[in-house]
């Protein structure tokens, strides 16, 4: 036991060594739990006074003075309190660093290279003079954690009460709040030093189209969405020469993505998103081009109505249609996410598959909202879904269940 004890502790006075003695004695444990369950559990009272400690809120790792040494390592679960000697300041333990982390952000997974890299859709801030990248920052921007933040010449204000900010350039790099920009001035991405990371975006989606927008989307997917519900009755219904008849011509019309946009009442670049979405209607199903999980689309939006922080910490300005392009309500299979989840996707991100790869979709809301078409290895909007579907196209307003 002496031989146990004497790298853990060194002090003169008997009556802690032992009552540490007595625990190592009664447990059958190794001596470095023994050690740990003697300092958590015994009272202290006498080892304080004879070593001069001070009791500290939960850490770690214990504190020593002179003689007495750790005899707790660094572990995920905190001790019920510590003793410290008087005047002692605080060790940094891995543990601690963590929890400050996350006091102001999220962690990266993984450790990473402290590389600038300029994103595939445009130059990072380091191709760009700081002066230009701040006057890119003006105005107001909402970040991942639902902080509002006001940018105005070179100074930030931030909604958490922290005041004003100033913005620091120096050798191209631009730092705020001891943050370093690693974004680009239209998707910024702060990283700390210690790996948190904040993301912005602006609170209002930029209305690259006029407001008629809305109304030509929701109306050119009214009529897709109206030409796929009569071709699934029409397979439903199919057997005889007749109906097989109308299939194959419904079909055509399908594939050819009719009914077309009027092109002499909308841009051309109008014109391309539509013709590129155009078989995204709710009952498709679709694999997700980044993420590869299978799901069915439910419902549609002109632009991204989800809210700034919610688009920032999705890093919505990255992609390169932006928060401006047409997104989409989808149910995700259970075998790829569990638990029933709907996302809100961007058109870019979705490709439609009409086969076995996708269908059919195990999902609570599918079977609740959708209708089977085997024939096209898809969907028909049932009854709920149909109501909330023409209420959207009604109203203009965004799409409810």
Not at 200 to 215: G, H, L, M, Q, T
Request: with cysteine; charged share 25%.
């Amino acid at each position: 036991r002496d031989s146990l004890l004497r790298p853990c502790l060194r002090l003169q006075a008997a009556a802690p060594i032992a009552m540490l003695s007595r625990a190592l004695a009664r447990g059958s444990e190794g001596p470095r739990q023994a050690c740990r369950a003697a300092h958590l559990s015994l009272d202290l009272s006498g080892l304080s006074a004879a070593a001069g400690l001070r009791r500290t809120g939960k850490r770690d790792l214990l504190w020593t003075q002179r003689g007495l040494t750790v005899i707790a390592d660094a572990s995920p679960r905190r001790s019920e309190g510590c003793w410290l000697p008087p005047g002692a300041r605080e060790l940094s333990t891995a543990a601690a660093k963590v929890d400050r982390a996350r006091m102001h952000g999220r962690l990266r997974s993984t450790p990473r290279k402290r590389t600038r890299q300029a994103p595939a859709d445009g130059p990072g801030p380091g191709s760009t003079p700081a002066g230009h990248i701040v006057d890119a920052l003006q105005g107001e921007w909402m970040d991942d954690i639902g902080l509002s933040i006001r940018i105005q010449g070179r100074r930030a204000e931030f909604s958490d009460g922290s005041g004003s900010w100033a913005i620091e350039e120096a050798d191209g790099t631009v730092t705020l709040r001891g943050a370093e920009l690693v974004g680009t001035p239209v998707a910024p991405l702060w990283r700390f030093p210690w790996g948190v990371e904040r993301r912005w975006a602006r609170p209002s989606v930029e209305k690259s189209r006029d407001e008629a927008w809305a109304e030509r989307f929701l109306r050119h997917k009214g009529l897709r969405a109206e030409l796929w519900q009569e071709l699934c009755g029409a397979c439903d219904a199919g057997g005889d020469p007749c109906s097989d008849a109308r299939v194959a011509q419904l079909q055509q019309l399908w594939r050819s993505g009719s009914p077309l946009p009027d092109g002499d009442k909308i841009s051309a670049e109008e014109r391309e998103c539509l013709v590129s979405g155009q078989l995204l209607v709710p009952g498709v199903c679709f694999l997700h081009r980044k993420f590869g999980y299978r799901g069915v689309i439910l419902g549609c939006e002109p632009t991204c109505t989800a809210p700034a922080s919610w688009r920032a910490q999705m890093g919505v300005p990255l992609l390169p249609g932006g928060a401006g392009q047409p997104f989409y309500h989808c149910a995700v299979d259970e075998r790829d996410r569990p638990g029933g989840q709907v996302t809100f996707v961007a058109q870019e991100n979705l490709v439609p598959e009409f086969s076995a790869r996708a269908f059919p979709i195990i999902s609570g809301l599918a079977d609740t909202f959708l209708v089977r078409c085997d024939r096209l290895w898809g969907y028909r909007p049932g009854p709920k879904l149909q109501e909330a579907l023409w209420k959207q196209r009604a109203g203009g307003g965004p799409f409810m269940l």
